[in-house]
């Protein structure tokens, strides 16, 4: 890829999608996430020597929210193998938006369908051993840390707060999964987790780097170290096509085609096998709780680089 000219073709698509910003609206469900100012986007791209481009706002922080999905699925399953992990959360799509909890009662066994929706991801949070709320993040951020190549990496106080004092559709879900007999740990403490994780605060770029390591099959590119075995990013890469968008994968899959885990304070991380990792920040949010502009960036972007994987 030639460097100065993809640069100059991130910085158009990047000027061509902000047109749709004006689509979408924030998050307001999670008070904090309405401060935002919903015109904002920005993309960066993460080549295999780790090189970055970016154009617009890729250096504004964001949280990952249900990009995090991704990251506490890997250490779940690096801490308790495939068997243990998929003996409470299944691997099929729901069609359903990503907080719903119908499902849940009329499926049998009751375990959630994939560990993308809310539900599944409180299982998976519960699945994070440690001694202790800190521990159990502790094993999240040093992964995400390690992955970005910040040591400095926290969790952003304000929209922490703000989700655990008005999450009653969480809590909900995650009393069931009690009830159901999926979770074994403390509800409160499990959900605290879940919110600390989704709260943990990057930039685009990060997000970037974070697609990268996962579309080089779990090793940092520039140094070759080995943060995620192979099987594990596979797995990932794979739920985030059939479920990384919620119940717009199926869509996301044929008119951009590319792996890609999306968040509601308006963050996508995709990740291209052995090609790019994509970052990409844009507040505003289809009804389906996807970053409008965003994906209307990454499928500009799609076509212009041929990116699709199928
Ligand atoms: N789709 C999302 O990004 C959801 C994450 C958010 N923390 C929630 O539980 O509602």
Redesign the pocket.
Known sequence: MEIERASIQLAEAVKAASDYTGQGKVAA??PELAKVDSRMLGAAVCLPDGTILSAGDADVPFTL???SKICSLIVALCQNGQKHVFERVGKEPTGDP??SIIKLETIKPHKPLNPMI?AG?IAVAGMIQGNGVEQRLDAVLSLLRKMTGNPALSINEAVYCS?KRT?A??RALAWFLKDSGVLATDVEETLDL??RH?AIEVTAKEVARLGMVLAADGVIPETGERVIPQEVARICKTFMVTCGM?NASGEFAIDVGIPAK????GGIMAAVPQRMGIGVFGPALDEK?NSVAGVKLLELLAKEWNLAIF
Not at 262 to 265: I, L
Request: aromatic share 22%; proline share 0%.
């Open positions: 469900y999670i929210q249900s990009i990503f907080n809310n991801a989700e999450a559709r969480n879940y919110f989704c919620y999306s968040g509601v304070a709780g």
